[in-house]
């Protein structure tokens, strides 16, 4: 059986999911991959890339979590809080993104690890997305995990044209129930045709 590591943020813990244990993500992933496979959601809401960040998520139970448990693969999908104003900086992004990705790297299972650059920040009338930025996202974060990738060999999945609108993401940052099944379906996918 393979271990599958969901390591992120809110949008992988399942915010604003009923339920988030049965319907988030993670949860829809092990259902479409079936019983091969054990996947588990280490998600932590807020949760940034950065060190220094102001909800660092090297710094939180779930990540050591993450790596005591010696994942097969490890679905890495962080960045979307990194787009804060307080929290962007550019190179210092880089930087401990490469960080977390050889700390999963360095484990003795030595795991599949696939980037996933996040969903995009919609520009909606409620309060939570206009603390993130959409331009940051998508002229920041989303390619800095594509180049580190790139110059790591790992696979990166890129979500930008899952959700066309935030007809999925009422809050224009969290998918509900039924965009959770849509990144499922798509990070499903992108996996069985690299196992």
Request: net charge negative.
């Amino acid at each position: 059986m393979k271990k599958v590591a969901c390591v992120g943020d809110s949008i992988t813990w399942g915010f604003t999911i009923l339920n988030p244990g049965k319907h988030g993500y993670p949860a829809v992933l092990q259902h479409l991959l079936g019983d091969e496979f054990e996947v588990r959601n280490f998600g932590y809401n807020d949760a940034a890339v950065r060190f220094d960040a102001d909800t660092p998520y090297v710094t939180k139970k779930v990540y050591k979590e993450s790596l005591d448990w010696n994942p097969d693969i490890v679905i890495l999908m962080l960045g979307t809080n990194d787009t804060k104003p307080w929290n962007w900086k550019p190179d210092v992004f880089r930087e401990d993104y490469t960080r977390l990705v050889d700390s999963y790297l360095g484990l003795p299972s030595h795991p599949q690890v696939v980037l996933v650059a996040p969903i995009r920040i919609f520009r909606v009338a409620f309060v939570p997305s206009l603390i993130l930025n959409p331009d940051v996202m998508e002229e920041g974060v989303r390619p800095a995990v594509r180049d580190i990738a790139a110059q790591k060999g790992l696979q990166l999945i890129d979500l930008y044209d899952l959700f066309d609108s935030s007809r999925y993401c009422r809050d224009g940052i969290h998918p509900q129930r039924h965009g959770a099944r849509m990144l499922a379906e798509a990070i499903s996918k992108e996996l069985k045709d690299s196992i």
